[in-house]
């Protein structure tokens, strides 16, 4: 059963730091790319990042580039997103896809806030 759980998310202050982790089973891992996206409340679900299947080729996304870091390690079936300098309009829940699989996780809750 393909499964994605996503974790780290929280709350932080703006500037702050968190790494999001989404562990993946029940498909060979390696060979999919991988994509974050979030959804902040009263707006649409948009892509963050994207990273392929080998981690070789990584894309960010305007609102974060600069900022954020997709990373995996396909010895651990894991998807990470680091988000730096973390600021209010950031606040949404993280989900993980697999892109040719067309599954999601069931998204983890970032919110910045003093």
């Known amino acids: 059963q393909v499964q994605l759980v996503e974790s780290g998310g929280g709350l932080v202050q703006p500037g702050g730091s968190l790494r999001l982790s989404c562990a993946a089973q029940?498909?060979?891992?390696?060979?999919?790319?991988m994509s974050w996206y979030r959804q902040a409340p009263g707006k649409e679900r948009e892509l963050v990042a994207r990273?392929?299947?080998?981690?070789?080729?990584?894309t960010l996304e305007d609102s974060v580039k600069g900022r954020a870091t997709i990373s995996r390690s396909n010895a651990n079936n894991t998807v990470y997103l680091q988000m730096n300098s973390l600021q209010p309009e950031d606040t949404a829940m993280y989900y993980c896809?697999?892109?040719?699989?067309?599954?999601w996780g069931q998204g983890t809750q970032v919110t910045v806030s003093s």
């Open positions: 896809y697999a892109d040719w699989l067309f599954v």
């Open positions: 029940g498909f060979l891992f390696s060979k999919h790319p």
């Open positions: 990273i392929s299947g080998s981690g070789t080729l990584a």
